[in-house]
């Protein structure tokens, strides 16, 4: 195909036009588990990135070695030993972030975004596309972890980062932090993306037709 | 798409077969062996560290829970520690064999206290507690919760200081009751409005404990001292 | 008594007060991909409950015979190389999530094979779904639980059996499955509606789900309360002094 996007194209398309959470509908379940907290949103987005990251570039260096009946099986494995190094530090430095985040952190390993991102680029892009394309997902990710969580926290607990941002007159809406919370701040947040990318692309149609919307 | 690879020149069937499973599955076999060891290596490298804060979670907490919050940050300027010795201790209950986690408290080879870790059923799920005891076995020293799951804005204030702060000082040889406004007797504790059944776990864990490891913690202290008599 | 008492309260546990969909977040992808109608939905949620079930046997016979400290396996082959007390000490418990993936890979791969040979117009109509259950995280999530109550518990009495394994990996499905046929009847009835633009499919399926997630929450306490209700023992009620029981059970 001669018309792949570059490095830097993947990049910046993983932040937003394709982000994991809002555009594809990947990795749902973290995104709902772990975001109550900024801290607990932006651990695992960490965790995930690093997991992304190794894939990729392991993935990216045998991929002329793999057989096509083979690979989900190379992929998964990869994946999974990723995932147990970083659960394993996680439980060995930052203990009381590695209780909260649970079981979680091993569901990385069925989380989405790693396995498509290995099929659909890192099996056949060179080192330093599969890195950059890795960077750009993980950016994203992040991205929309943090939304989810700046709003679960400010509004169910008055906190940001642990630290008291709304006055302590706030009846902190508890339901924020629970699971009806999750849901109902994804899908919310998730209609306002659909809306911002359906005026984007509307602006964008105008200008190419020359008609004002 | 990969470019196809070129079908290997078509000898016996014995050397097809062999193409087709074994040679193709040696990626995966030397990947497996290479993140066997790299596993292998993370489990004894970090293995000690993980170990080390599970244990921690519990002793780190035992100077605080005896002696008082500040009594412990003043030991801690100063230097000095307590020698906590975890035992397990079991319980015959209807017939079942009930085990807790009871930390020996020492300083400078003299018991001044137990920590019992004990948990129950919470309204929500298991609540995990860290209950402080002067040896005599008779005094509350401290309260911890490690782990609770109770909902947020009111079970989860079980956790909070002045809630906690009740249970100091408060003597466990009559069980304590859960009261809701009213004259407190002495053996009585507010229950957090909203979270009655949060703050009766609580209470019952902290009753059943006390009264299940009575006999065990004077049975040990006696044979601990026993132990020291004899040369 | 005791034990079923348990294990009554671990299935409804699973099912509806920590239903896995609505409280623990797993298995969304399916939740919100598969459940435009009822029917389909009934089928996805019985196909995960079926691998559900065979993952967590399989997981809970590794983990208990194999990688835990002490299990009989892997300690039996150890002894042929090093001593008894070094081989009993073995943790192998680094290798369980590597293990965990593949076991349910085996069983979906096995659910797809009966499937395909019995019920060849059900394996039809799943297409592509089937397969993709190896990433439903409800099943790893499944394993991770009940991993969770073999590797690290205090009291040796606490260690889950097959039996609660099962029941909590079984009335895991039956809850997603639950959940699934409960929101594809929703959406079915939502297909009238005048969604807005940037709100239809997932954002409005999500938002639905929330409100599910609320009522579900209804849920809270009933365990406690069961067990509150069919406890035979007296003894502690007089320590706790809780006033309110006054029923005697034997």
Known sequence: ?213 | MEPKQPKPPIASTLERLKNRYIVQAWLVLILTLCFGGTLAGVQLTLGPIIETNKLNETIQRVPELILGADQARKMEKQGRSLSVEPLSLGVEKHGRKVFYNVYDAKSNGERIGWVVKASGQGYADKIELLIGLDPPNEKITGLFILEQKETPGLGNKIAADYWRSQFINKNVRTPLVVIRGGVKPANGIDAITGATISSRTVTNIINTAVSDLKEPLSLHAASVSRAKDEP | MNYLLEILLIGIGAALINNFVLHYFVGICPFIGVSRQVVTAFGMGCAVTFVISIAAFLSWTVTTYILVPGAPLSSWIAEFFISAERASRIDLTILSYIVYIFAIASSVQFVEMYVRKFFPPLYQSFGVFLPLITTNCAILFACLLIMGHIVGVDNPEDVWDLGKSLTLAVFGGVGFTIAIVIMAGIREELDFCDIPGPFRGAAITLVVAGILAMAFMGFTGVDSGLKKVLTPSTVEKTINGDHLDHMKNN
């Open chain 1, 1 to 213: 195909m001669a018309d792949q996007p570059t490095s830097m194209e993947r990049l910046i398309q993983g932040i937003l036009p394709e982000n994991p959470v809002y555009r594809q509908l990947l990795g749902l379940c973290p995104t709902l588990a772990v975001t109550s907290g900024m801290k607990a949103a932006i651990t695992m987005s960490c965790a995930v990135a690093f997991v992304l990251l190794s894939a990729n570039v392991i993935v990216s260096l045998i991929r002329n070695l793999l057989k096509p009946h083979l690979r989900i099986v190379i992929f998964t494995l990869t994946i999974a030993t990723f995932v147990t190094i970083a659960d394993r530090i996680l439980a060995a430095y930052m203990y009381q972030m590695s209780k909260t985040l649970g079981p979680y952190v091993p569901l990385i390993i069925v989380n989405c975004i790693i396995l498509c991102r290995c099929e659909v680029c890192a099996s056949k892009q060179p080192l330093f596309t599969a890195v950059s394309d890795a960077v750009g997902q993980a950016a994203g990710f992040a991205l929309a972890l943090s939304s989810i969580a700046a709003v679960r926290e400010i509004l169910g607990t008055g906190m940001f980062f642990e630290i008291r941002v709304l006055p302590a007159s706030w009846p902190d809406w508890v339901i924020m932090v629970l699971p009806p919370g999750a849901f109902l701040t994804l899908g919310l947040l998730l209609g306002a993306v659909n809306w911002m990318g359906s005026l984007h692309s509307k602006n964008k149609q105008g200008k190419e037709g020359g008609e004002k919307t």
